[in-house]
């Protein structure tokens, strides 16, 4: 078994920044990649960032300067700092993570269960 937990949504004037993080726990032999998604109302959920277990990142062309992702291994944690943040940035913030479990050699995907971000004018 593997959980997500996701931290650090919020409201935020546009302009402002805002950190979130994603722990990932339980039987974990090895995390592969690792993502940020985020679903604004009505709309699909988009890729936002993702970084491998190397730190090569790639981000969507709407965030780029803006968004940093970064992961810490020993921790389990992905982060993503956004800064300079627009109303076109509210959405739920999904982490994402390709993980390899501790009692068999197969890749499986998590899913965090979604932070608010709320970026007001």
């Known amino acids: 078994q593997v959980q997500l937990v996701e931290s650090g949504g919020g409201l935020v004037q546009a302009g402002g920044s805002l950190r979130l993080s994603c722990t990932a726990s339980?039987?974990?032999?090895?995390?592969?990649?690792m993502g940020w998604y985020r679903q604004a109302p009505g709309k699909q959920r988009e890729l936002v960032a993702t970084?491998?277990?190397?730190?090569?990142?790639n981000y969507a062309d709407s965030v780029k300067g803006r968004f940093t992702i970064s992961r810490d291994n020993a921790k389990n944690t992905v982060y993503l700092q956004m800064n300079s943040l627009g109303p076109e940035d509210t959405a739920v913030y999904y982490c994402?993570?390709?993980?390899?479990?501790?009692?068999?050699?197969?890749?499986?995907?998590?899913w965090g269960q979604g932070t608010q971000v709320t970026v007001s004018s």
């Open positions: 339980g039987s974990i032999f090895r995390i592969m990649h």
């Open positions: 994402n993570v390709l993980i390899m479990p501790t009692d068999r050699p197969a890749l499986y995907e998590y």
């Open positions: 970084i491998t277990s190397g730190g090569s990142t």
